[in-house]
């Protein structure tokens, strides 16, 4: 069985959510406080032992790839000036072997993946999605390649959600509960109306996937929204091989949707060393300030 080393990160989105912001700037690299959110989805790669990352992006999409290359201008003026901290800030990153492709025509999260079928080969492989970021003490990636490893099978990350936001989302219909919270799966559903969702557990942006899934993108025909679905190619592979899906458990930010990407900031802002103490104070005196706020309503 092949070891799970190569993921696909899809990057090529408009990121309409974020406009104005967006029209000339990747929503991939916003930044939460210091760091773009797409370093996150890299870091969490490499944490779970993935050595080889392809990026899927599209036009407009060249500040990604400048945010992971050298800048030779930059350093040399860093170091000259002897700011070695940012100087080190520059040099710490994820040490990984990064690729890019380009998709040029935007039809959906399948058939951006397919643009992966030369550089993923034979082997198994993870779609990490962007605007998903994870918090645990073991890796989300980790944990499906810990479930690969057990099964030798292709399987997908999923988490419970309000009945009433199945149709964001792509949905599974659980069969039965194994150990360690991994489903068999029925059917993959995309978007499904809450009334005909056959449950709340929906996929969350994290894949692990067998090379068979190019075949079926390949002949994939336009589902939900007219685009390329990953979800009914998904469907349609565990007709022939299984397809499990694993609850996760930990801290989930939606940072495609503004709450969420504020959210994540004020998080990882309580965390980070430079700001951390200025942020607890900030939220404290925002808190006294919206409860003022309410008294004289």
């Keep these: 069985m092949s070891r799970v080393r190569k993921a696909v990160i899809p990057a090529a989105g408009m990121g309409t959510r974020f406009l104005p912001a967006t029209k000339a700037l990747a929503k991939e690299m916003l930044p939460i406080v210091d760091k773009p959110t797409i370093q996150f989805i890299v870091e969490e790669a490499v944490k779970s032992g993935i050595e080889d990352v392809l990026i899927i992006t599209a036009q407009n999409k060249r500040s990604i790839e400048d945010h992971f290359d050298a800048n030779i201008e930059l ?93 964001k989302y792509g949905v599974i219909d659980p069969e039965a509960e194994l150990a360690d919270g991994i489903y068999n799966v029925r059917q993959f559903v995309e978007k499904p109306k809450p009334e005909d969702a056959p449950s709340n ?14 075949n079926i993108l390949e002949h994939q025909k336009a589902g939900a929204g007219g685009e390329i679905q990953l979800t009914d190619a998904i469907d349609e592979l565990n007709k022939t091989q299984r397809v499990f899906a694993k609850r996760y ?49």
């Design 75 to 167: 350093e040399n003026h860093l170091e000259a000036a002897g700011k070695t901290e940012l100087l080190k800030l520059l040099h710490d990153q994820p040490q990984v072997n990064l690729f890019f492709v380009r998709q040029s025509y935007p039809l959906g999260l399948g058939h951006a993946v397919l643009q992966a079928k030369a550089f993923v080969g034979d082997e198994p492989f993870v779609v990490m999605l962007g605007d998903d970021i994870a918090h645990s003490e073991e890796p989300l990636t980790k944990q499906l390649i810990d479930v690969y490893d057990q099964t030798g099978a292709s399987n997908l990350a999923v988490m419970e959600i309000p009945h009433d936001e199945t149709d």
């Design 201 to 214: 557990l929906a996929i969350i942006g994290r894949y692990l996937l067998t090379p068979q899934i190019f």
């Design 249 to 297: 458990d930990g801290k989930r930010y939606d940072v495609g949707s503004k709450i969420g990407f504020m959210e994540m900031s004020m998080d990882y802002g309580l965390e980070h060393p430079e700001i951390k103490d200025e942020m607890e104070e900030m939220i404290i005196s925002l808190g006294k300030k919206l409860e003022a706020k309410r008294e004289q309503e």
